[in-house]
């Protein structure tokens, strides 16, 4: 089960970079990166486990760095795992 997790995100990270170098103005670039956080920040995703909140934490730093902004992190006591090494 966790290869398969493991090997979809590797293919998604190669899809990701694949869209990136597609973006040639700065607009479609931020376009890219609002909609990559948006499907990360669905329930399901960010919370499934502490990995997928850190990928949510890295992409709205990635897009708070492009638009030149703080960036609004999700607070990890308050958020409730679906998937955590605690719950085992």
């Given at each position: 089960m966790i290869w398969i997790i493991v090997i979809l995100l590797i293919v998604i990270g190669l899809l990701l970079l694949e869209i990136y170098d597609l973006c040639k103005t700065n607009k479609s670039k931020q376009f890219?990166?609002?909609t990559l956080l948006q499907v990360q920040s669905q329930n399901g995703a960010y919370n499934y486990s502490e990995y997928e909140l850190g990928m949510w934490q890295g992409m709205e730093n990635m897009l708070a760095k492009f638009e030149d902004r703080k960036p609004t992190?999700?607070?990890i006591t308050k958020v409730?795992?679906?998937n955590s090494y605690k719950n085992r």
């Open positions: 890219a990166m609002r992190y999700q607070d409730d795992f679906i």
